[in-house]
Structures are given as structure tokens and as C-alpha cells.
């Protein structure tokens, strides 16, 4: 296989997006023999036939095997992967439908749930559905996680100790696609923000979560499976670039999509360019439950309680600002100590406003100083959004 992915450039403000560059990258082409297990090769996406994987469960070879070709395909091949018949039992499939469903319309009761990248109205999201899903019909939670191959290609991407969380999405008749994008981390911040972060750690991003989608019904092409571009995870300044019209343009004409049965899993890097799409059908809702798992190593060394880092501190800093305004110091100084990431969040009690995040701890803290609160207000604000975090 011809290995075209450039170099990091180690750099703080990384480069422009060149178009010819991500072009380039996105018009190779798998090769079967890079590929051994897979059953064939559609699309430029290996796929895999579950039910063969299943009858060899207990060959530790094959395992290992296995894992490192499904790396390899979400690393340096065409990012995406399919596995048929992930769950041989479509029954279980069945039964989490109907849970999703009566969950949407419990909280269609509540108001509606947006979607980061389609139109409001066009879907129905179930936020936390992981949660949701154990809590609503436990037995029926653990014959849908009790699978082996889901183990497997999670482990294959992030090694031992994954975390799932899913975000079931369902696009009704007549829903118009989503704008192509990248995904969770940078994939959720805006252009700044990611110009804020150097290539490398762009690049380290994509390696932290392993996108799925299982499919929940059969989903032909004019219900609008996920639009993909293989090979586009390549790119090492697609985070900032897939908002220029040029990348979209190219998208528009060279995305691929497959047809999924029920009980299929589609894998893919959360870097690769990717759209849900068009549901062109007259009476088919395309329901997909996605799999967002992530990797062990996001986490903190030690436990630090940034809610009570801010309030002990916060009248100190009000007079420290008083004398130097918003100087770098006092700057440095909150981002030292309150949380400037948004995530994890609960998205049904913090909706993001503005952008595709909720309000940091940061954030916060900038506008009590800003509009002169008590520490009263602040301390108020501050337990108000750690209690709306918990899921």
C-alpha cells in the first residue's frame, strides 16, 4: 500500500489547508491484500463479515491479528471500516429500538434536543443514550454491551480501559444532511480555538476516541447512511480545514456511501471528513445509536477540585484585577486554575449556545469578573453548573 501521509509539521499556528495536498491524500485506494480478513472491499472501506469473526471468537492469533489490521485501517489506510451482522442477534437491536424510541418521546415532552451539525428539526438525538439505556431497560442494556467484537475494534483504536458514551441520532424523512466535518475533541471547537492548538497535539486529538454507528434498521442509500471520505483523516490540518467551501466542495463530489443492515457497526477515525445524510425516503427513519469511546489517558493524574480552586481565590483575584485589569497574568493565572475545557457535559442541561460547546469553568469565571459579581453569585453559578454537568 502506498504510504502518502505527510509529516507533522511541529508548529503553533499550524499552515493553511492546501486542497491539492488533501486531494491528493484522499484519492488512494485500499488494496485486498492489506486487508487479509476482511470479506471484500466497497466503496474503498474493508468490510468485515461478523458472523465468520464470531465462529473464531477463541483464536488468541486471529485476535491479535485482527486488531492490529483494524489500527492500521483507521491509522493509515482509509480511516472507516464496516462490520456486518456486528450483533448476530437483531432481536437485541430490536428491543434498544424501542427503548430509544420511547425515550425521544419522554423528552419530545421536555422540548427538543439539537444537533451539532444539522439543521434544527431535522433529527432526533437522544443525548446520553448510554446512560439512558441502562437506566430504562437494564437487561436489554447488557445484551446490547455484551458483545465481543464491539470489544475488540474498541480495543484495537485505544487499547485497554475505553470508555463508551452514545448519542442516538435518528434523521426523519425528509431530513437534510449534515455539513462535513470532523469530530470529538477539535472537531467541537471553533477555528480559533484550533489554531490555538499546535499540529501535533491536532494530530494526538484523533488518536483519543473511536467514532461508531450502529445501524438500528436497515439504512439503503436514499434513507442517507453516513457520507464518508476515505483517507481524509490524513490530512494534519483537516480540524481547521473542513469549514472552507473548497474542502466541502470536495466532499460534495467524492464522499462515498454505504448501504448498512440492521445490526451493522460502521468504525471510523474521528478525523475523517464525514456527514450524516440526506434522508431522501418517503417513511424510513434512519435511526443509528453512535458510539463515541475514548481513550484512557484523557484524564488528570490527580483529583483536583477546580470549583473550590476559584471561589477560595476569587476575591484575591477581583482586587488583583482591580489594580491590573485583564492583564496576562491574571490570565495565566485562570488558566491555571478553572476548567477551560467544556467536556464532559451534559448536553440535555447545558445545551451548547453559541458555538458547539457549553460555557467552560473559564468562561464563567472571565464574566463574573468582568460584570463585578459577588463571590455569593459566583459561588451560586458555579454549583448550579457542576450539578448540571452530572449526568
Known sequence: MTQLQPKLVAASTPPKGDIAAFATLCEQWPSQHDYPTADR????????AGDQLRQREGDITLRQGLLTEWHRCLLEGP???????????TSVIDAATQCFLSIIETEKTEGGRGDHFAPSGSNDRIWNAFQKHA??????????YSNPLLDWICE???????????????????GRAQQPHRDYHLGFQTDETVRRFPISMQHASQLLTLQGAIAHGDMPIE??????????????????SYRDPSFQDHFAEYHVQLPLGKGDGLFFSPALFHAAGENDSRDQRRMANLLQVSSAFGRTMETVDTRHLVEVSYDSLKRRVAREGNSPAIQAFIAAVAEGYSFPANLDKTPPEGGMAPESQQQLLRRALQEDWSLMRLQDALQYKEAARRA
Do not use: C, H, K
Open 79 to 89: 480511516g472507516v471500516m464496516v462490520i456486518e451482522n456486528l450483533y448476530a442477534d
Open 135 to 144: 437506566e430504562t431497560d437494564p437487561e436489554g442494556f447488557l445484551d446490547y
Open 223 to 240: 434513507t442517507g447512511p453516513t457520507q464518508l471520505l476515505p483517507y481524509s483523516q490524513q490530512y494534519p490540518q483537516g480540524y481547521m
Open 156 to 174: 484495537a483504536w485505544l487499547g485497554p480501559f475505553y470508555q463508551i458514551t452514545s448519542q442516538v441520532n435518528v434523521v426523519n424523512p425528509g
Open 41 to 48: 472491499i466497497e466503496a474503498r472501506i474493508p468490510i468485515y
